[in-house]
C-alpha cells in the first residue's frame, strides 16, 4: 500500500484540491450533493467531545493518504509538521469566506484527525522496528 501511494504522488495531489475546495467552498457542496441544499451539512456520525467527528474524519483521511505517499521520503517529518499547519490554517480562512464561521469543534476535530493519523504511523514505526 505505501509503494502504491508514494509511486502515484497524483492521488495525493487529486484528493488534496478536491478536499480544499469542499473546504473552503462558501456553503456546503456535501451539503448540496447530498440534500440539494447548500446550506445543510451532511453528518457522518454525532460529534463527540465537542469534537467537530466530519473534520476529524476528513482530515484523518487526508492525513494518512499524505502519509502514506511521504512514507519512505527522509522529509516525513516536515511534512507530518506541516500538515499540522494545514489544518489550523484552513479552518482559520473560515473566518473570512463567506458562509462559513471559524469554530473551535471544527478546528479540534482537525487537529485531532491530524494527531490520530500521525499516531498510527508512530505505531507503524515502532511495529517495523521490532519485527
Known amino acids: 500500500m505505501i509503494r502504491f501511494f508514494s509511486n502515484h504522488k497524483i492521488i ?7 478536499f480544499i475546495v469542499f473546504y473552503l467552498f462558501p456553503g ?4 448540496f450533493l447530498v440534500f440539494n441544499d447548500f ?5 457522518i456520525t454525532p460529534d463527540f467531545f465537542e469534537i467537530s467527528s466530519n473534520h476529524f474524519y476528513a ?21 507530518v509538521i506541516l500538515l499540522i499547519f494545514y489544518s489550523i490554517i484552513l479552518e482559520l ?13 471544527d478546528l479540534f476535530g482537525n487537529l485531532y484527525g491530524v494527531i490520530a493519523s500521525i499516531f498510527l504511523l508512530c505505531i507503524k514505526k515502532v511495529y517495523e522496528k521490532f519485527k
Do not use: D, W
Not at 495525493?12 to 478536491?18: K, L
Not at 456546503?28 to 451539503?31: D, E, P, Q, R, T
Not at 446550506?39 to 453528518?43: F, H, I, L, N, V
Open 59 to 79: 482530515f484523518f483521511l487526508i492525513s494518512i493518504i499524505g502519509i502514506l505517499t511521504f512514507y519512505n521520503s527522509p522529509k516525513l517529518i516536515y511534512f
Open 93 to 105: 480562512l473560515h473566518m473570512i469566506i463567506p458562509k462559513r464561521t471559524f469554530q473551535y469543534e
Open 28 to 31: 456546503s457542496l456535501a451539503g
Open 12 to 18: 495525493f495531489v487529486v484528493t488534496n484540491i478536491i
Open 39 to 43: 446550506s445543510k451539512q451532511p453528518q
